[in-house]
């Protein structure tokens, strides 16, 4: 991430061995503004500004928190509607599992007793 908030990638990005082998900006985030990010093995989570990002392909167990009746994985970044308009202060990814520390002052609160 760099002082404008935007998110860099290299490495291994497919399963194909296709390779980014220098940063390169990730367009998947424009618009928003990059506070937090997080990988696990093939997901990642970000916080922005007043939404939670998330994505990763197939499979997933639910780390990405899309709920019950919505896709369970996703190839391209997808906001978590649940978390909207909540203040993110830390997340972290894991082998599935996610975790984000929301602002009970700032939309946490609200978030919780959805």
């Not at 998110?7 to 367009?27: Q, R």
Request: proline share 4%; charged share 30%; net charge negative.
């Amino acid at each position: 991430v760099d002082e404008a908030e935007r998110c860099y990638f290299w490495g291994i990005t497919k399963s194909t061995g296709e390779a980014t082998m220098y940063p390169k900006l990730y367009e998947g985030l424009n618009g928003w503004r990059v506070r937090e990010i997080s990988s696990g093995q093939s997901s990642t989570i970000v916080a922005s500004e007043e939404s939670l990002i998330t994505w990763g392909p197939s499979p997933t167990f639910g780390e990405l928190g899309y709920g019950k009746d919505d896709v369970k994985s996703s190839t391209v970044t997808k906001k978590v509607d649940d978390l909207e308009e909540t203040n993110i202060l830390k997340v972290a990814m894991g082998f599935s599992h996610a975790l984000a520390i929301v602002d009970p002052d700032d939309g946490g609160k609200e978030a919780y007793e959805k």
